[in-house]
């Protein structure tokens, strides 16, 4: 089927979109940024509108959703997401283009699910939205997991990443700059409850707990702009794995995902 890629489009609470994809076919996962600037993009990366099967969405929070009804009307595309986060997207998402009906597909959790080639497994993540899903994506004999917005690391999130080749994981926060930072405090206690986001000492330990060879990259996203830095997220994982003897650029591969522009292309091998 040809080598796959992945690229990030934009990271964190500004917006998040993601593509992932071969010569034939492609999907994206969440819509979070402006259409403009996913057309813009697609072009800039030679991502053809005409391959794209589907966008598949994690929850119904804005920086996630935000372009999806505007993005699946433009290249009729299907959107996968559960019943509950299709109807939270209905509800709570003001401005903009709703989902077509006929374009509401509904998946279930640990059910697995087809895009094209695709296979696909959607998998619970605490998080203060309706419902919030991990996705693990099958390409070929490779599993591609994304798990973004992660209040927790529950017994799932442990058991995918231990299946997974490749992965995205959040590292949201730095635990000492949002102590100190100017947030209130009900804003610092919602993130670093059990249903906000993940620290960066989180998604350390996260990997630490379960890393075994197989798992070749790493990518950080979701990083705040208030409470982190590119650097002390990679810093901190890199350290934390170190003192397991888990070498990053050695043992795997390591990126952080930008924010506000796109990060990549990354070759899967
Ligand atoms: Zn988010
Ligand atoms: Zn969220």
Same mark, same amino acid.
């Given at each position: 089927?040809?080598?796959?890629?992945?690229? /990030?489009?934009?990271?964190?609470? /500004?917006?998040?979109?993601?593509?992932?994809?071969?010569?034939?076919?492609?999907?994206?996962?969440?819509?979070?940024?402006?259409?403009?600037?996913?057309?813009?993009?697609?072009?800039?990366?030679?991502?053809?509108?005409?391959?794209? &099967?589907?966008?598949?969405?994690?929850?119904?929070?804005?920086?996630?959703?935000?372009?999806? $009804?505007?993005?699946?009307?433009?290249?009729?595309?299907?959107?996968?997401?559960?019943?509950?986060?299709?109807?939270?997207?209905?509800?709570?998402?003001?401005?903009?283009?709703?989902?077509?009906? @006929?374009? @509401?597909?509904?998946?279930?959790? %640990?059910?697995?699910? %087809?895009?094209?080639?695709?296979?696909?497994?959607? =998998?619970?993540?605490?998080?203060?939205?309706?419902?919030?899903? $991990?996705? @693990?994506?099958?390409? $070929?004999?490779?599993?591609?997991?994304?798990?973004?917005?992660?209040?927790?690391?529950?017994?799932?999130?442990?058991?995918?990443?231990?299946?997974?080749?490749?992965?995205?994981?959040?590292?949201?926060?730095? *635990?000492?700059?949002?102590?100190?930072?100017?947030?209130?405090?009900?804003? &610092?206690?919602?993130?670093?409850?059990?249903?906000?986001?993940?620290?960066?000492?989180?998604?350390? %330990?996260?990997?630490?707990?379960?890393?075994?060879?197989?798992?070749?990259?790493?990518?950080? @996203?979701?990083? +705040?702009? *208030?409470?982190?830095?590119?650097?002390?997220?990679?810093?901190?994982?890199?350290?934390?794995?170190? +003192?397991?003897?888990?070498?990053?650029? &050695?043992? =795997?591969?390591? %990126?952080?995902?930008?924010?506000?522009?796109?990060?990549?292309?990354?070759?899967?091998?």
């Amino acid at each position: 089927m040809g080598e796959y890629k992945f690229v /990030s489009f934009g990271s964190g609470s /500004s917006g998040n979109c993601y593509y992932l994809g071969n010569e034939e076919q492609g999907l994206f996962i969440d819509a979070g940024i402006g259409i403009r600037r996913i057309k813009r993009y697609m072009k800039e990366y030679g991502i053809k509108y005409n391959n794209i &099967k589907g966008l598949i969405i994690t929850h119904d929070h804005a920086d996630h959703v935000k372009a999806s $009804g505007y993005l699946s009307q433009e290249m009729n595309l299907p959107v996968y997401t559960t019943q509950l986060i299709h109807e939270g997207i209905k509800h709570t998402f003001h401005s903009g283009k709703k989902i077509e009906a @006929c374009n @509401c597909k509904l998946i279930n959790p %640990e059910e697995p699910f %087809e895009i094209g080639d695709f296979k696909i497994t959607a =998998f619970p993540i605490p998080h203060d939205s309706t419902e919030n899903m $991990g996705y @693990c994506i099958e390409l $070929g004999d490779k599993k591609f997991t994304i798990m973004t917005d992660v209040g927790f690391p529950t017994e799932t999130v442990h058991k995918y990443i231990q299946i997974s080749d490749y992965l995205v994981i959040e590292s949201n926060y730095d *635990e000492e700059m949002l102590k100190n930072g100017k947030y209130p405090i009900t804003l &610092k206690q919602r993130i670093s409850s059990g249903t906000g986001h993940l620290s960066n000492r989180q998604a350390a %330990e996260t990997l630490a707990a379960n890393f075994h060879e197989c798992l070749k990259h790493v990518w950080l @996203c979701h990083l +705040s702009e *208030e409470n982190n830095h590119p650097e002390l997220a990679r810093k901190t994982i890199e350290y934390h794995l170190r +003192s397991f003897g888990i070498i990053a650029g &050695k043992d =795997f591969q390591l %990126e952080v995902l930008r924010r506000l522009i796109p990060t990549g292309p990354f070759i899967l091998q």
